[in-house]
C-alpha cells in the first residue's frame, strides 16, 4: 500500500507514520498539501499513485485555495481512496463553530459559546457568558492564539482588534476547572488511549503550553461522550478534550480531526502510527471498521 501523508515539511508526526508503515510494509511519502494539483482524467495528479492519504496538516491560504484542497480530497475519496480524516470530517473539526454546533445538535454538553463578527456583539456576549471568558481563534489547535479575557477594557481592545482584522470572534465561557483535562484518541469507533493533561503554572492545560501527562483509563461516560463526539463530526480519528465541569461531569470542549500523539504515545506506551496504518490496512481489505456503540 502506498500512504500520501499530507504535511508540511518532515516532522516528528510524519516521520513517526513512515516508521509505522515501513514497519508493516507499506510506504507513506510525504506531499506538500500548498503543491498539490489536480488532473482530469486524474492520472496523473498529485495523488493518483496512491491508495490512501493521512492529512497532517491544513496549512493557511486564500478562500479558493482552502476549498480546492477539501475537493482534491473528495475527489480522492470518491475514486475510493482512504482518507483519514475524511474531508468533511476535516470541514467540520477546523472550523470550531461548525464542531461544536455539531456536538451540541448531538445532545453533548459543551460550554456556553457566542460567535459573532462585531465587538459591540462581542461585549454584549461577554456579559452574558458572565464577564470571564475565553477567545479562540476560529481555525487553530494547540492552545495557541487563545486568550482569557475578565476584564471589559481589556474585553473591548480585544474585540476592536480582532474585528478591525476580519476575525470572526469566537467566546466560551470560562470554565473553573481543577487544572486538568482529559485528551482520548479515537480510532474506527473505540478508544485507543486516554491522558490526563495537568496544567504547568497557567489555566491552558495543552502540552504544547508546558502541560503534564499521565494515563488514564476512561470510566464509562467519559468513553460514551469521547465516542459520541467523534461520532457527532464524523472523524475516524480523533483526539477528544473533555473539560471537568463544575458539579460534575464534562464538557466535550474540543474534537480534533489532526490530532498530534506524541505525548500520549509517551504517556500511554501506544504506538498510535502503526495503529493508523493497521486502520487503512482493514479497509483496504473490505473488512469493516468498529463503529461506536449508540
Known amino acids: 500500500m502506498k ?3 499530507l504535511a508540511n515539511g518532515t516532522g516528528w508526526h510524519v516521520r513517526d507514520l513512515q516508521r509505522g508503515a515501513a514497519q508493516l510494509g507499506h510506504e507513506a511519502a510525504t506531499v506538500d498539501f500548498r503543491s498539490v494539483q489536480a488532473a482530469l482524467p486524474p492520472r496523473g495528479d498529485s495523488l493518483s499513485a496512491f491508495d490512501a492519504v493521512i492529512v497532517r496538516t491544513m496549512p493557511p491560504g486564500s478562500l479558493e485555495q482552502v476549498v480546492f484542497r477539501m475537493d482534491v480530497l473528495h475527489c480522492f475519496e ?27 445538535a448531538a445532545g453533548l454538553p459543551v460550554p456556553p459559546t457566542a460567535v459573532c463578527q462585531h465587538a459591540g456583539a462581542a461585549m454584549e456576549a461577554l456579559a452574558r457568558l458572565g464577564g470571564d471568558v475565553v477567545v479562540k481563534p476560529l481555525f487553530g489547535s494547540e492552545g495557541r492564539g487563545m486568550v482569557r479575557v475578565a476584564d471589559a477594557e481589556i474585553a ?3 474585540f476592536r482588534t480582532l474585528e478591525r482584522l476580519q476575525a470572526v470572534l469566537y467566546i466560551q465561557q470560562f470554565v473553573p476547572h481543577p487544572g486538568w483535562d482529559v485528551r482520548a484518541f479515537v480510532l474506527d469507533g473505540r478508544v485507543l488511549a486516554a491522558m490526563r493533561r495537568h496544567a504547568r503554572g497557567d489555566w491552558r492545560t495543552n502540552v504544547a503550553q508546558g502541560g503534564r501527562t499521565e494515563a488514564v483509563t476512561l470510566m464509562t461516560e467519559e468513553e460514551r461522550l469521547t465516542l459520541a463526539a467523534a461520532r457527532a463530526v ?28 506524541r505525548a500520549l504515545a509517551r504517556a500511554t506506551q501506544t504506538d498510535v502510527a502503526v495503529e493508523i496504518i493497521r486502520s487503512l490496512e482493514t479497509a483496504e481489505k473490505g473488512v469493516r471498521p468498529l463503529t461506536p456503540p449508540n
Not at 470518491?78 to 451540541?104: F, T
Open 234 to 261: 464524523g472523524a475516524s480519528a480523533a483526539g477528544v478534550d473533555l473539560l471537568p465541569r463544575p458539579g460534575g461531569g464534562y464538557y466535550v470542549l474540543e474534537v480534533n480531526a489532526v490530532p498530534g500523539w
Open 3 to 5: 500512504i500520501a501523508l
Open 78 to 104: 470518491a475514486r475510493g481512496g482512504r482518507v483519514i480524516n475524511p474531508p468533511r470530517a476535516l470541514e467540520v473539526c477546523i472550523d470550531k463553530y461548525l464542531a461544536s454546533a455539531r456536538l451540541g
Open 156 to 158: 473591548w481592545r480585544t
